[in-house]
């Protein structure tokens, strides 16, 4: 099993509805966050596989997970355009 959160890199909260697609071993799952950020691809075989996590307006997450058994991610999502910086007075 593939399953894990998807949050709000800047404020920590959930992100619902992010489309996420899961292929390797010539096969391709796709699943969506609900309302608590939550997801899950329950029939995943062991080994390594692309995960994309994509909702506008934010960045696509594009990355490889090798799996052994149940693996839990946090994906944390920015914002298109939107960068941190640091304000002094």
């Given amino acids: 099993m593939l399953a ?10 959930p992100v619902a509805g992010v489309v996420l ?3 390797g071993s010539g096969a ?5 966050s609900d309302e608590r ?5 329950k029939d995943i075989n062991e080994g ?3 995960v994309i996590a994509s909702k506008p307006p ?10 052994d058994g ?5 994906i944390c999502l920015l914002v298109d ?7 002094t007075a």
């Fill in 81 to 87: 355009g939107l960068d941190d910086e640091v304000v």
């Fill in 21 to 23: 697609g899961c292929s």
């Fill in 37 to 41: 950020g939550y997801f899950g691809f």
């Fill in 58 to 67: 934010y960045s696509e997450h594009n990355c490889s997970y090798c799996l």
């Fill in 4 to 13: 894990g959160k998807v949050i709000d890199a800047h404020t920590g909260y």
């Fill in 48 to 50: 390594c596989w692309q």
């Fill in 28 to 32: 391709v799952h796709y699943c969506r």
């Fill in 70 to 74: 149940t693996l839990y991610l946090n």
